[in-house]
């Protein structure tokens, strides 16, 4: 084999794992997680959350409340390290701020969405339940270990946290129905899956269509590759299309909406509904299958476009679909370069090299998935097809877990950004507590996969949350006794 | 003269405000000063919670949100008035 041909090889991979993925997966649950965050952060007062940070909030409010925030409020940086910030410097002090840090890479809404879609609904609510014990765990540790210099901090009132925010309650309305229609579109009930009509289409020639595009991007079903179906290359088609009419219309959306803003919604629903129905290619045209999804998206797309229309101000639907076209213009190209990436490297990995590493749910093999995570640094969401590859190359769902755990939390970014705000030592620390909790995160769950007893897993925990309470309980007592002469 | 503060890290939404902002001034023709803030202890000293924040004479008036045009109108014909 010359050098040439395995460049074309690797090119190929690339190329096929691109296509397979934004014709599978991208669709049905991103797209409408895109409007969801965009909603989100358009739509939610941000003092609806934050008054429930400051300084004088009990703390078994407060560390719930900076888990949600990281949750709700901060899928941008924008977001993230002001809040951060603002939380330790004048607010509730480093345990939440550090809760907030934690979760907000994890299981901000895109994050999770994305899990669930790619990998499957059980990771992403591992990683969801995983991410608030162990955020509010480190949390709490780290407010303990740096109780002295915590209580020093900027004495400043928290006015800032006072602020009350209200939601309007068709703002509510108007998230909770883009929900349902990423819930209509991904959920795998009968409901939804059942086919209800069937409309065969005279069009001639998409089976050979079909065939040519397996031709072109080959692929191998055993090693968990997808190939690209007639209907996927349709959907290719109107997402580039989406992209450069929104170009047209989001990206002067300030000035004033344009006809390609609302063009460009219309051909988002029009994509949502081809991505939700089902097609067979045959010699005789093409069958389309009317399923339940067709008719939840529908109703979902009905009702949310009645919402835009007639019950948010033009205000709000501006900022709405600004701040959604933002996430997918920040996101979307890191993702599609990450993804071809992926496809370039699956070709170079041998499944061999991952089976001996993690393919079992060993000490080593999550302590291997932690430290791939910490010194790798991937961009927003590109955890997830990268998570993919290796649990198609054989890793097991422990260690991923550990590995999907770790990788967000500890990117160098957020590394250095909480250096210059809480300094070197407590980053530090706060790295190495990350890395403990991954770990045991990965195995916790990797036992459960194995078929270990509820009752077993529980055990575990609690005998570890225990060892640790003990050992903080002890730390702070020492703690204490120093303390008291000052008092 | 007016001092107006552009507070972010540099984000799509930052740049939008100082756009805005630096169009309005234009328009009505008013000499200010447009500084952007990027470093996070600055911003943070102006207790605001999420950027882009906008500070004209020293005062917040908006942050976390990318204000209309009009609204900025007020506020520098405000700020104009009160100096």
């Avoid at chain 1, 409408?32 to 941000?46: D, N, R, S, V």
């Avoid at chain 1, 703390?59 to 949750?71: I, R, T």
């Amino acid at each position: 084999m010359n050098i040439l041909n395995v460049i074309s090889n690797l090119f190929y991979s690339g190329l096929g794992n691109l296509a397979s993925y934004l014709a599978a997966h991208v669709l049905l649950c991103l797209l409408p997680a895109f409007y969801i965050a965009g909603a989100m952060t358009a739509l939610i007062p941000k003092e609806t959350v934050t008054r429930f940070l400051g300084r004088n909030t009990p703390k078994f409010v407060s560390y719930p409340a900076a888990a949600l925030a990281g949750s709700l409020l901060a899928v941008c940086s924008c977001t993230i390290v002001p809040l951060f910030a603002g939380i330790y410097k004048k607010g509730a002090g480093l345990g939440p701020a550090i809760t907030f840090l934690f979760f907000a890479p994890a299981a901000n809404i895109l994050a999770l969405i994305y899990t669930g879609g790619v990998i499957g609904v059980d990771l992403a609510l591992a990683r969801f339940f995983l991410s608030l014990a162990f955020g509010i765990g480190i949390g709490i540790i780290m407010a303990l270990i740096f109780r002295h210099e915590d209580m020093e901090h900027d004495k400043a009132t928290d006015s800032m946290f006072a602020a009350q925010g209200k939601m309007r309650r068709v703002a509510l309305v108007f998230l909770l129905v883009l929900v349902s229609l990423l819930l209509s579109g991904t959920l795998k009930v009968g409901l939804l899956t059942n086919t209800y009509a069937t409309i065969t289409v005279p069009i001639s020639g998409m089976d050979t269509f079909q065939d040519f595009l397996y031709n072109l991007i080959p692929y191998d079903a055993a090693k968990g590759e997808e190939g690209v179906t007639a209907q996927g290359a349709i959907l290719i088609g109107l997402l580039v299309l989406i992209g450069f009419i929104s170009w047209l219309g989001m990206e002067n959306i300030f000035d004033g909406f344009n006809k390609w803003t609302w063009i460009s919604l219309g051909l988002v629903g029009i994509t949502l509904l081809v991505a939700a129905v089902g097609m067979t290619p045959h010699a005789g045209g093409l069958d389309i299958f009317i399923n339940g999804k067709f008719f939840g998206v529908l109703l979902a797309l009905g009702i949310s476009g009645w919402i835009i229309k007639t019950r948010l101000t033009e205000d709000e639907t501006r900022d709405f679909l600004w701040e959604s076209w933002k996430f997918v213009k920040q996101i979307f190209p890191l993702l599609v370069a990450g993804v071809f990436a992926v496809g370039v490297i699956r070709a170079l990995i041998q499944p061999e090299w991952i089976e001996a590493m993690a393919g079992q749910n060993t000490l080593l093999g999550n302590l291997a998935g932690v430290v791939f995570g910490v010194f790798m640094y991937f961009p927003t969401l590109v955890e997830v097809p990268i998570a993919q590859m290796f649990l198609s190359l054989g890793m097991h769902r422990g260690p991923l877990l550990a590995y999907l755990m770790a990788d967000p939390e500890l990117s160098l970014q957020s590394i250095l950004i909480i250096s210059t705000i809480i300094g070197r030592v407590k980053s530090w620390t706060y790295v190495a507590w990350v890395a403990l909790f991954s770990t045991l995160a990965g195995l916790i769950y990797g036992s459960w996969i194995d078929g270990a007893s509820v009752a077993l897993v529980v055990l575990y925990l609690i005998i570890f949350l225990a060892l640790l309470s003990g050992m903080l309980w002890f730390v702070n007592r020492r703690n204490t006794q120093k303390l008291a002469p000052v008092h | 003269m007016l001092t107006i503060k552009v507070l972010g890290s540099g984000c799509a939404n930052c740049k939008r405000v100082e756009q805005i902002v630096r169009k309005i001034l234009t328009d009505m023709s008013i000499e200010a000063q447009v500084i952007k803030v990027t470093d996070y202890n600055d911003i943070t000293a102006y207790n605001i919670l999420s950027t882009p924040g906008l500070v004209i004479n020293e005062k917040v008036v908006s942050y976390g949100r990318i204000p209309t045009p009009a609204e900025v109108t007020t506020w520098v014909v405000d700020a104009l008035q009160t100096a």
